[in-house]
């Protein structure tokens, strides 16, 4: 029930009580049957005033529950407002502060009751102080407010990078009262923003020099290789021609330049092969070929070297499609690597190689020596560029320690994979694997 039914309610008694004392004045009927019928009335009158206080009663009741919701939302607000994790300020249109939320007077590392009241450009830095009032100025223009940035000077400690996010409060009758300030601390993000900014540029500049390393010992390779060859084309043409015409001592020198000639044609080839690889700039030439043919015919070009150490050099093979599509002279160049190392590094026994036929889609070439081995805790750099066990041996075997990264880069790129396993002083067995078609 309404305040408005109640009146009416109370019209209605009021009434009746008037109507009755106007049919008293003009009755002629007795005094009896007019205290009868004043009697019914009151009682009437006096029901209705019942039911209307007892409506009365509940709608206090009633009252009484919302004001206490409202009380406990407003509570709640406060709660909420106070224990937000970002700081949160409430200013005038002229900055004025007159709300305060804990984590805001921590950031501004003053108490409550000394911010309330005090501009907010206090807590900027000097320096900045200006072209905040100037932005506070246009803010009381602008229709939407956008995220914002700027320095923060708490009372102690050092100025701080801080985002705001401003909402507008209006009062009733929609007139502008002030901003609710979202205050976030963004120290963090600079600090990762910057460091993300000088990775980059590291990078940048980590990226341009190996351009140019590449570029440069790709330039000087080439111009190495030319001369290179010219000197052992010249020096084998000089023994293959003269060979009996020249005397020993000239003889082991013409073989010396030959030999040492190889060698440096070698690396040079290496390096270039790695240094293009790294640059990502080798492309391979697609091509199909039987994996069984080449893997025969790469360890017969080597049994001569096999022979030199009197080791056994075999090749195993139960496939029966042994086509592939891939590149023939860089699975080549892998082969020819692995069986290197392998008579290189093997002193008793031989060298065997499988081709196996692993899943539909893949083969795999295991070449497998008894030599020296190489130690558990050193496999795992064995793919790295320039690595070599031990120099000592390389000193009598010769290689760059290249070998192995190129066949591993290779192999990537070649849609392959390489593993070794190995045991010092037993030997090792080298495994790689290449699908049927390189492009599957
Ligand atoms: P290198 O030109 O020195 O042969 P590689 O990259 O081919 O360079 O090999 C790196 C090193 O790995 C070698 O110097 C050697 O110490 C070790 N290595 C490679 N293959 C074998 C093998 N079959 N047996 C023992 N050690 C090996």
Redesign the pocket.
């Known amino acids: 029930m309404d305040l408005e039914k109640f009146a009416q309610q109370i019209e209605q008694v009021h009434q009746r009580t008037k109507a009755f004392d106007q049919c008293v004045g003009e009755s002629s009927l007795s005094q009896k049957h007019l205290l009868v019928q004043a009697l019914e009335d009151l009682h009437t009158a006096l029901e209705e005033l019942h039911v209307a206080e007892e409506e009365l009663i509940a709608q206090n009741e009633n009252l009484a529950i919302a004001q206490n919701l409202i009380e406990k939302e407003h509570q709640r607000y406060l709660e909420l407002f106070d224990c937000a994790p970002d700081g949160y300020l409430v200013t005038d249109t002229d900055g004025k502060i007159i709300e305060a939320n804990r984590a805001a007077t921590n950031q501004i590392k003053v108490p409550k009751k000394f911010l309330i009241g005090k501009p907010l450009s206090n807590y900027i830095p000097e320096e900045e102080r200006r072209a905040f009032r100037t932005q506070l100025l246009q803010l009381r223009r602008m229709e939407q407010i956008q995220e914002w940035e700027i320095r923060l000077q708490p009372r102690h400690g050092n100025e701080f990078d801080c985002s705001i996010n401003l909402t507008t409060v209006y009062d009733d009758q929609g007139n502008l009262l002030g901003w609710r300030w979202l205050l976030r601390d963004i120290t963090a993000r600079k600090q990762a923003e910057e460091q993300l900014r000088s990775i980059q540029l590291q990078n940048l500049q980590l990226q341009e020099a190996t351009r140019i390393k590449s570029q440069f010992i790709s330039v000087v390779s080439h111009e190495l290789r030319t001369p290179m060859n010219t000197i052992l084309g010249f020096s084998q043409l000089l023994l293959r021609r003269y060979y009996h015409l020249l005397p020993p001592e000239l003889k082991t020198m013409v073989e010396r330049i030959v030999n040492s000639g190889k060698q440096l044609l070698a690396l040079i080839e290496?390096i270039l092969d790695f240094s293009t690889l790294e640059a990502d700039k080798l492309e391979l030439q697609r091509q199909e070929f039987n994996l069984v043919e080449l893997v025969t015919d790469t360890t017969e070009q080597l049994h001569f070297l096999a022979k030199q150490k009197n080791l056994t050099l075999a090749v195993h093979t139960n496939i029966q499609n042994p086509i592939i599509v891939n590149d023939k002279d860089r699975s080549r160049q892998v082969l020819v690597?692995?069986l290197?190392?392998?008579i290189?590094?093997?002193n008793v026994g031989g060298v065997f190689v499988e081709v196996r036929q692993t899943d539909q889609d893949k083969l795999e070439v295991m070449v497998r020596?008894t030599?020296?081995?190489?130690p558990e805790a050193e496999l795992k750099h064995?793919?790295q560029g320039f690595?070599?066990?031990?120099q000592s041996?390389?000193r009598t075997?010769?290689?760059?320690?290249?070998?192995?990264?190129?066949?591993d880069k290779l192999l990537h790129l070649m849609n392959g994979t390489i593993t070794v396993e190995?045991k010092e002083g037993e030997?090792?067995t080298?495994c790689i694997i290449l699908p049927r078609n390189l492009n599957s």
Do not use: M, R
């Open positions: 290496d690597n692995l290197d190392n392998a290189k590094f093997t020596d030599g020296i081995g190489i064995i793919f690595w070599q066990l031990n041996t390389t075997h010769g290689g760059t320690g290249l070998g192995l990264a190129i066949v190995s030997g090792s080298f």
